[in-house]
């Protein structure tokens, strides 16, 4: 090992080394679309959609920053399977903690000292 | 070859393998090669497990808002999406100086490689101090998480009177009220009007005819030691709620509804708007909420209403021919007769007063920036860490995985930045 000979090209005999035209592309793609998602929210698409725009900008914004400045682009193999299969757990999680979560009755907290003057019933199932 | 100091503690250079390139590749590994590949394997699982410890927060974040949109929607206005843009756009930058690091040192290039971790902590710092003017702001205003949310401001900036009269007004009540000039007193700082659940408060008062007369009394109750409550004796109070909007009002020199109308029969815990008299039709309208007091207190004045029915609209026979008949006099300044946009609708809710249990947004706002602000200021140590040992010389191109490492857990951080930004702070 050890060898040590300078390259004038971007090489080294370790790890990839990133091109600098890749990193400025990606660092000035993320800075285009975080402008993109702020000018975004001034356009109304209704809720759901604004809240879709905003995530798929996020999605985007994140898969450059793993494929481009975290080299997951150039890396190995294995190392994409750990971080996926993290994101994989963590939609799990999610997704299950979602799954029952309409079962459940809403709770109404009021103040002991105001009691409400009606019994309140069942939340207006709204949304 | 660096020149690198040897100061390396459990280092010894005599133990058979051949030059390794850098004196900091340790004596167990084969080589630098193996040493680089075992420390990114390393940092991989560490950022793995980050992921799942972030993900803990946002599985509280979406839960709460898909049970209660509404305080999403009305509380992010209380954060300024500048400095959140601003935030973004610095820690995008240290990022891609931090990647720049990777490349500098892996290229030998040990000047911009000391360039691009100083302007990395920079930036940091930069992050910090935003986040600290953001943090200062909200404590001071007192918008703070849990019960300690009591702000002193609506998310308009309009002043307001605070339960433990902190900032300034009367104790255990909490009014707010669009109008900047003194609409305040319309209840005089006393009146607990009953109002519960407010989750979608002009859902149903937005309908035609809400402001039925009414009758109001109120009532003194107190509490014995069990706990139960008697009721004095009641008292009416001239409480007329406009009938006939705005204009009628006015011409009549009508006495503002001293409490808020209650729709009759239909959830009587709903708060209705009442509307100013003698202003400008726009905007002129407060709700009188008391919220989220855990105080217990001896007595109380209660408000009892009994409400006529309100009038029926008239429908009309032809729904093409909506105008101009179904406009009242003033009704068009209360209700507009078009269907309302959904920024519309999002406008008229941050108006009004705030969704029980608003505070839970900045639970979730302030436990989320807080973990990442902590991240962020764990990075700025690494990296003065690193910037010491880069001045020192010890990073060259066979021997420079912490500055790889230290950038993955960087990227790692921006990434979760890029996630909390538009959940938290660009809420439509």
């Known amino acids: 090992?050890?060898?040590?000979?300078?390259?004038?090209?971007?090489?080294?005999?370790?790890?990839?080394?990133?091109?600098?035209?890749?990193?400025?592309?990606?660092?000035?793609?993320?800075?285009?679309?975080?402008?993109?998602?702020?000018?975004?929210?001034?356009?109304?698409?209704?809720?759901?959609?604004?809240?879709?725009?905003?995530?798929?900008?996020?999605v985007t914004k994140a898969t450059l920053v793993i494929l481009f400045f975290m080299h997951l682009r150039y890396d190995k193999l294995f190392h994409t399977v750990v971080f996926v299969s993290a994101l994989l757990?963590?939609?799990?999680?999610?997704?299950?903690?979602?799954?029952?979560t309409s079962q459940y009755q809403q709770t109404n907290i009021w103040q002991p000292?105001?009691?409400?003057?009606?019994?309140?019933g069942p939340r207006p199932t709204t949304g | 070859m660096s020149t690198a100091h040897g100061a390396h503690d459990a280092h010894d250079d005599d133990h058979g393998h051949v030059d390794h390139g850098s004196p900091f590749i340790q004596h167990h590994y084969d080589d630098?090669?193996?040493?680089?590949?075992?420390?990114?394997?390393?940092?991989?699982?560490?950022?793995?497990?980050?992921?799942?410890?972030?993900?803990?927060?946002?599985?509280?974040y979406i839960l709460y808002r898909v049970h209660h949109p509404e305080i999403y929607s009305y509380a992010h206005k209380w954060l300024d999406v500048k400095m959140g843009a601003t935030n973004t756009a610095v820690l995008i930058f240290s990022s891609l100086t931090a990647a720049w690091a990777v490349r500098a040192a892996q290229k030998n290039q040990k000047g911009l490689l000391i360039g691009c971790i100083a302007v990395t902590i920079g930036c940091a710092c930069t992050f910090l101090v935003i986040k600290y003017m953001e943090y200062s702001h909200k404590v001071h205003e007192h918008i703070l998480f849990g019960r300690y949310f009591d702000p002193c401001i609506s998310p308009g900036g309009t002043e307001l009177l605070t339960k433990h009269n902190d900032c300034k007004g009367t104790k255990s009540t909490v009014e707010w009220s669009l109008d900047q000039?003194?609409?305040?007193?319309?209840?005089?700082?006393?009146?607990?009007?009953?109002?519960?659940?407010?989750?979608?408060?002009?859902?149903?008062?937005r309908e035609p005819g809400i402001q039925a007369s009414c009758h109001v009394f109120e009532v003194k109750r107190t509490r014995n030691a069990k706990g139960d409550w008697t009721e004095g004796a009641r008292r009416e109070i001239t409480n007329q709620c406009p009938e006939e909007g705005l204009e009628t009002l006015e011409g009549k020199k009508?006495?503002?509804?001293?409490?808020?109308?209650?729709?009759?029969?239909?959830?009587?815990?709903?708060?209705?708007?009442?509307?100013?008299?003698?202003?400008?039709?726009?905007?002129?309208?407060?709700?009188?909420?008391?919220?989220?007091?855990?105080?217990?207190?001896g007595e109380d004045v209660a408000i009892d209403a009994k409400c006529d029915a309100a009038k029926p609209e008239p429908q009309p026979?032809?729904?093409?021919?909506?105008?101009?008949?179904?406009?009242?006099?003033?009704?068009?300044?209360?209700?507009?007769?078009?269907?309302?946009?959904?920024?519309?609708?999002?406008?008229?809710?941050?108006?009004?007063?705030?969704?029980?249990?608003?505070?839970?947004?900045?639970?979730?706002?302030?436990?989320?920036?807080?973990?990442h602000g902590i991240h962020v200021l764990f990075g700025v140590f690494v990296f003065i860490w690193l910037l010491i040992r880069a001045v020192k010389g010890q990073f060259n191109d066979t021997y420079f995985g912490p500055i790889d490492f230290a950038a993955l857990y960087w990227h790692i951080v921006d990434l979760i930045w890029i996630f909390l930004f538009p959940l938290l702070y660009l809420i439509h």
């Open chain 1, 1 to 58: 090992m050890a060898a040590t000979e300078h390259h004038d090209d971007d090489h080294n005999d370790i790890s990839h080394v990133a091109p600098a035209r890749v990193l400025l592309a990606t660092g000035g793609t993320l800075l285009m679309l975080t402008l993109l998602t702020v000018l975004a929210t001034h356009v109304d698409f209704g809720a759901n959609i604004n809240l879709a725009v905003a995530m798929v900008i996020a």
């Open chain 2, 317 to 371: 026979a032809d729904i093409f021919a909506t105008q101009p008949e179904t406009e009242r006099l003033g009704q068009k300044a209360i209700q507009p007769i078009h269907q309302l946009t959904v920024h519309e609708e999002h406008e008229l809710e941050s108006l009004g007063p705030p969704p029980e249990h608003t505070g839970m947004f900045l639970t979730v706002y302030f436990a989320m920036t807080g973990l």
């Open chain 2, 254 to 297: 009508h006495e503002t509804p001293k409490y808020p109308c209650w729709r009759p029969a239909v959830q009587p815990a709903v708060c209705t708007p009442v509307v100013a008299a003698n202003k400008p039709p726009s905007m002129q309208f407060g709700v009188i909420v008391e919220y989220g007091d855990e105080e217990e207190r």
């Open chain 1, 89 to 100: 757990a963590a939609s799990l999680f999610v997704g299950f903690t979602l799954m029952d």
């Open chain 2, 181 to 205: 000039a003194g609409e305040l007193d319309l209840l005089n700082g006393k009146a607990l009007s009953g109002c519960m659940e407010i989750s979608k408060f002009d859902q149903e008062p």
């Open chain 1, 113 to 120: 000292s105001n009691p409400p003057r009606a019994p309140l």
């Open chain 2, 32 to 60: 630098a090669q193996h040493q680089f590949d075992s420390g990114k394997l390393g940092i991989w699982l560490f950022l793995a497990q980050e992921v799942l410890f972030f993900s803990a927060l946002f599985v509280a």
